[in-house]
Nanobody, 114 residues
């Protein structure tokens, strides 16, 4: 069973950038699509971006043009580069595959101050 550990969150001013990492304890090479999710206080967890094994990516409209997802299969790591951050991006960020097959990690908190 793959375990997922998210890191890289923090406090940043609006307009700033952060790079999140999701390290898997096992190989992600065979996982077709890995995604980044987020959950803001009082809201449901939502998918913000995913990337397929062939490195095709897809983004929620709310982050399109600002976030970039990538994966390094050799390092078993998925990244989320977040630029032009907005206060509405404040949330706990998690990674998982699109079927949410794995136990959720602890997430990483992103707080954007306006």
């Amino acid at each position: 069973q793959v375990q997922l550990v998210e890191s890289g969150g923090g406090l940043v001013q609006a307009g700033g950038s952060l790079r999140l990492s999701c390290a898997a304890s096992g190989s992600i090479f065979s996982i077709n699509a890995m995604g980044w999710y987020r959950q803001a206080p009082g809201k449901k967890r939502e998918l913000v971006a995913y990337i397929t094994r062939g490195r095709t990516s897809n983004y929620a409209d709310s982050v399109k043009g600002r976030f970039t997802i990538s994966r390094d299969n050799a390092k078993n790591t998925v990244y989320l580069q977040m630029n032009s951050l907005k206060s509405e991006d404040t949330a706990v960020y998690y990674c998982n595959d699109l079927d949410k097959s794995y136990d959720w990690g602890q997430g990483t908190q992103v707080t954007v101050s306006s």
